[in-house]
């Protein structure tokens, strides 16, 4: 613990959870990557009986997505799912996929990756298309 002026804060912190790759797997599935190297293969079919993230339905939309300050969005951010709901709602994944791969992949910029370290060189990429 460190002390400064009075307030106590930890020796460490621990790093902000943020999706740093995903692609489309299907009509509901996403493959999604996040900054402490896990991947997740996510079902966001139950997310479509909130209005507010209907347009997702639409697979035009869902493949449209971004990856903005590590949080995966849609529709210049008028949607978004927490990272913490991916990583807690998706079923591990070793990189062997059985559902169809849609050629939708998109790879959060190096400066948004709260899990980058300068020096180091980029890693291989396990979801990049071949």
């Not at 106590?8 to 959870?17: G, H, K």
């Not at 790879?107 to 899990?115: C, H, L």
């Amino acid at each position: 613990m460190i002390v400064r002026d009075g307030i106590c804060y930890p020796d460490s912190f621990a790093p902000v959870l943020s999706v740093t790759g995903c692609s489309v797997l299907d009509s509901t599935h996403l493959r999604v990557r996040f900054n402490t190297d896990a991947v997740r293969i996510v079902d966001i079919s139950p997310l479509f009986d909130f209005a507010a993230l209907a347009p997702l339905k639409d697979p035009e939309v869902l493949r449209a997505f971004s990856i903005d300050h590590g949080i995966l969005n849609w529709l210049d951010g008028e949607i978004d799912i927490a990272p913490e709901w991916l990583l807690d709602h998706g079923i591990p994944s070793d990189g062997a996929v059985s559902i169809q791969s849609a050629p939708c992949v998109a790879e959060a910029p190096a400066e948004y990756d709260a899990g980058a370290k300068p020096d180091e060189s980029p890693s291989s990429d396990p979801l990049a298309t071949p």
